[in-house]
């Protein structure tokens, strides 16, 4: 069975400081993709990134960043100089050979001014 | 990119009558369209996997004859959600598959009902 963990259910920082992320994630498949997407109060997901099993380089995108380890099967997001824009629920994904995305508990980050 | 949409945005409808939610790619052809289902503050949960003149494939625990999926066309699905109760309420939200050889899926923005 797939699952992503997202242990963090909330969290506050204030702004410009920096923020990570965590997800975990297990499956059997050896061909899978790993996502980020945001979810502001509007509800429409904003894609981040997708990430594929073979590819563990690390991302980075301006403020956003993305470290992936297949070794410890985790793909962790970093904010860096956090801006109150950023205060969302934040979810990583999961989607294996069967194509269906698993969706992780989600984050819920405030940035606080 | 490509745009998926979903009408209506937002539906309020009394206990007992039935409301249908449209899902549209507007510039590809998604032989794949996927329905989730968000309550308040929690993640979203894969009901149903849709393909282009099948039937609907339903994850375990989804009543397939309360939700009923129609995928007509190359670029629209329609999810019925039949004698609709207020623990029907919640935040449905499409995603069409554009097969690039990357599984891309690309979701709508999501379609609210309330049932009274």
């Known amino acids: 069975a797939q699952k992503v963990t997202q242990a963090q259910t909330e969290i506050s920082v204030v702004e410009k400081e920096d923020v990570t992320l965590d997800c975990v994630y297990e499956?059997?498949?050896?061909?899978?993709?790993l996502f980020w997407y945001k979810q502001p109060p509007s509800g429409e997901l904003v894609f981040l990134i997708r990430r594929n099993s073979f590819d563990e380089q690390n991302e980075i995108s301006g403020r956003y960043s993305w470290n992936f380890q297949k070794s410890t099967s985790s793909f962790n997001f970093t904010i860096t100089a956090s801006q109150v824009v950023d205060s969302a629920v934040y979810f990583c994904a999961l989607s294996g050979e069967d194509d269906k995305i698993i969706f992780g508990k989600g984050t819920r980050l405030h940035i606080l001014p | 990119g490509a745009v998926v949409s979903q009408h209506p945005s937002w539906v309020i409808c009394k206990s007992g009558t039935s409301v249908k939610i449209e899902c549209r790619s507007l510039d590809f052809q998604a032989t794949t369209m996927f329905w989730y289902r968000q309550f308040p503050k929690q993640s979203l949960m894969l009901m149903a996997t849709s393909n282009e003149g099948s039937k609907a494939t339903y994850e375990q625990g989804v009543e397939k004859d309360k939700f009923l999926i129609n995928h007509a066309s190359l670029t629209l699905s329609t999810l019925t959600v039949t004698s609709a109760h207020p623990e029907d309420s919640s935040f449905y939200i499409c995603?069409?598959?554009?097969?690039?050889?990357?599984?891309?899926?690309?979701f709508g923005p999501g379609t609210r009902l309330t049932v009274l």
């Open positions: 995603s069409a598959r554009f097969f690039d050889g990357y599984n891309e899926q690309f």
């Open positions: 499956t059997r498949d050896t061909t899978y993709y």
